[in-house]
């Protein structure tokens, strides 16, 4: 059977149909690490082709609401479901949907990148003529190609970053998280990450991006949710927040600022 999706310089472009199933909706969520919760009663959600900001203080609660997501803490209360979907129902479904570049890169000591890359096409049993054409040209454009058989010791902070990146770009996924990406890249490769980020979103992906840094943000992102110590303070685009509090030309900044004030 042909897939629906169309496969265009390599990239796969989602059917209409496909891309308003996409959402990952957060409902009431209360959790956090053992029996203290951090998140309380959390609600939002992220639909498909959209790049929506997490936006809170250190200690907001941003990776926690992440950890959630990508199942590695359960949920005390609410729930967190993708496309219908519960990691509790199916979980090798849901994660099969689900990419993730942490704050923090983890990599294995003794695996070299292309082995770090093998080891992803596998994990989401990727084709891998098809993922291999797609990893050289991200390792392009993070000027990682000739550096295949590199290990992780030989990396800096940014460059380790970087083969996360590229590892959670090769599947395609209904959704990407993306936590703290700005602060271990320079310049070049933040600009880089943004544009890839976009054509993800051009091609139907939910893109749920933790940041304080806010300037950036504002640029790049749709909407956002805030949060400040667990709870959610607001959520919508520029002008939705803007409205919120009756300030219209404030940046989403100053926005924060003022709600956490309060
Ligand atoms: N492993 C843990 N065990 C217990 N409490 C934790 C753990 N990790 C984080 N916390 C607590 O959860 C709260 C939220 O932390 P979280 O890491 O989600 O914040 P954040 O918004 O991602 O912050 P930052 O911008 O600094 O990364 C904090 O009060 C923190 O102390």
């Not at 090798?92 to 000591?109: G, S």
């Not at 590229?166 to 544009?195: H, I, Q």
Request: proline content about 4%; some cysteine; hydrophobic content about 40%.
């Amino acid at each position: 059977m042909v897939d629906p999706c169309l496969a265009h310089e390599g990239q796969h472009v989602w059917s209409t149909e496909r891309k308003k199933k996409m959402t990952l909706k957060v409902k009431n969520l209360v959790g956090g690490y053992s029996s203290i919760p951090v998140l309380k009663d959390i609600s939002f959600e992220v639909p498909g082709s959209s790049l929506v900001g997490l936006i809170g203080l250190n200690g907001a609660g941003k990776s926690t609401t992440i950890n959630h997501i990508i199942g590695l803490l359960r949920p005390m209360k609410g729930s967190i479901t993708l496309n219908g979907v519960s990691l509790q129902q199916d979980a090798a479904q849901y994660k099969k949907m689900i990419a993730y570049i942490p704050e923090i890169p983890v990599l294995y000591e003794e695996l070299t990148l292309k082995e770090h890359i093998e080891l992803t096409m596998m994990a989401y049993q990727l084709d891998k003529e098809q993922a291999w054409q797609k990893a050289e040209r991200f390792l392009k454009v993070f000027r990682l190609d000739n550096k295949l058989d590199w290990f992780p010791i030989n990396f800096s902070k940014g460059m380790k970053q970087k083969v996360m990146i590229v590892c959670a770009l090769l599947p395609k996924v209904d959704l990407l998280l993306v936590d703290e990406p700005f602060l271990g890249l320079d310049p070049l490769a933040t600009r880089d990450l943004l544009n890839l980020l976009d054509k993800e979103k051009q091609a139907g992906t939910a893109i749920l991006m933790s940041t304080h840094v806010l300037s950036t943000a504002q640029e790049v992102c749709d909407s956002f949710v805030m949060i400040d110590e667990g709870q959610l303070l607001a959520s919508g685009t520029l002008s939705d927040l803007q409205e919120q509090s009756h300030k219209p030309d404030a940046s989403l900044s100053e926005i924060y600022l003022d709600m956490t004030d309060k």
